[in-house]
């Protein structure tokens, strides 16, 4: 069992920044891969960012490339995601995921632990 909270959301002007913490608690935290992906109102829950277990490797949703950062520090349990360049269509909930496998995804029905979500509000 895992555990993920997220925190760092907030109310942003476009063109801004913010960057997301995701703190998990539970099993051996540097094992796992590390998705963000977000809800924009009434879309369904779509990708935004991976990590692989060690930081090594590192995949974008076309949207976010260039614009966004995903990292992790495993000794501290956390992934960040570092946002710049905001625009009001970044505005959704923006959850942290855990996946126990070695193989990275985009999907999210593949990742088996979620955190409550963090809201992204960017204003025009």
């Known amino acids: 069992q895992v555990q993920l909270v997220e925190s760092g959301g907030g109310l942003v002007q476009a063109g801004g920044s913010r960057r997301l913490s995701c703190v998990a608690s539970g099993r051996t935290f540097s094992g796992y891969i590390i998705g963000w992906f977000r809800q924009p109102p009434g879309k369904e829950r779509e990708f935004v960012a991976v990590i692989s277990w060690n930081g090594g490797s590192t995949t974008y949703a076309d949207s976010v490339k260039g614009r966004f950062t995903i990292s992790r520090d495993n000794p501290k349990n956390t992934v960040s995601l570092e946002m710049n360049s905001l625009k009001p269509e970044d505005t959704a909930v923006y959850y942290c995921?855990?996946?126990?496998?070695?193989?990275?995804?985009?999907?999210?029905?593949?990742?088996?632990?979620w955190g409550q979500g963090t809201q992204v509000t960017v204003s025009a």
């Open positions: 995921a855990s996946r126990t496998s070695v193989i990275v995804s985009t999907m999210p029905a593949q990742y088996n632990y």
